[in-house]
Antibody, heavy 117, light 109 residues
Framework: QVQLVESGGGLVKPGGSLRLSCAAS????????MSWIRQAPGKGLEWVSYISSSGSTIYYADSVKGRFTISRDNAKNSLYLQMNSLRAEDTAVYYC??????????WGQGTLVTVSS | SYELTQPPSVSVSPGQTARITCSGDALPKKYPYWYQQKSGQAPVLVIYEDSKRPSGIPERFSGSSSGTMATLTISGAQVEDEADYYCYSTDSSGNHRGVFGGGTKLTVL
């Protein structure tokens, strides 16, 4: 069965960096676009970024453009999100999700990122 | 920026039909997806590409669209359907950037 497991969340100070990982299993990872989606505490879902199956096409939400970098390693069945210059408003649960075909169909359980001094 | 608009809350009694709407200018061209999120859990896909239901989702969940409005219908809502529901689509610019509606809290009591 499809499984997505995020890791790498934690507490970081404003201006700091964090790298999230998502380990995928149960499907042919290299065939699918993937996405990161976040949810601030008590708030709704916010699309963050997506990456095409080969990694050649990438888009970001305006709120993270220039600070976050999405990438993938198809040999390792893994998705990543490098987050730099973190702000308090980046505090959220971050989910990785498989896209089928243009919307998320499977989601991980999420990893919490807290940006606070 | 592109937006999807949902009502903040909908309330029905068990067995009644719940309808949750989602409006957006690009919806006539971009099939909406619908997600159910129960407290403390990850979202679950309940409808994709406007009206398709993933395996394992009860038949009481259905989706439809007309013009710039999409509707998630839960026929004979159950207490266990109480959750937040989000619509999702991509913008019309061709770059497939995703956008979620603000979410609708469905209360069944």
């Amino acid at each position: 069965q499809v499984q997505l497991v995020e890791s790498g969340g934690g507490l970081v100070k404003p201006g700091g960096s964090l790298r999230l990982s998502c380990a995928a299993s149960g499907f042919t990872f290299s065939d699918y676009y993937m996405s990161w989606i976040r949810q601030a505490p008590g708030k709704g879902l916010e699309w963050v970024s997506y990456i095409s199956s080969s990694g050649s096409t990438i888009y970001y939400a305006d709120s993270v453009k220039g600070r976050f970098t999405i990438s993938r390693d198809n040999a390792k069945n893994s998705l990543y999100l490098q987050m730099n210059s973190l702000r308090a408003e980046d505090t959220a649960v971050y989910y990785c999700a498989r896209l089928f075909p243009l919307g998320p169909d499977y989601w991980g359980q999420g990893t919490l990122v807290t940006v606070s001094s | 920026s592109y937006e999807l608009t949902q009502p903040p809350s909908v309330s029905v009694s068990p067995g009644q039909t719940a309808r949750i709407t989602c409006s957006g200018d690009a919806l006539p061209k971009k099939y909406p997806y619908w997600y159910q999120q129960k407290s403390g859990q990850a979202p679950v896909l309940v409808i994709y590409e406007d009206s398709k239901r993933p395996s394992g989702i009860p038949e009481r969940f259905s989706g439809s669209s007309s013009g710039t409005m999409a509707t998630l219908t839960i026929s004979g809502a159950q207490v266990e359907d109480e959750a937040d529901y989000y619509c999702y689509s991509t913008d019309s610019s061709g770059n497939h950037r995703g956008v979620f509606g603000g979410g609708t809290k469905l209360t069944v009591l």
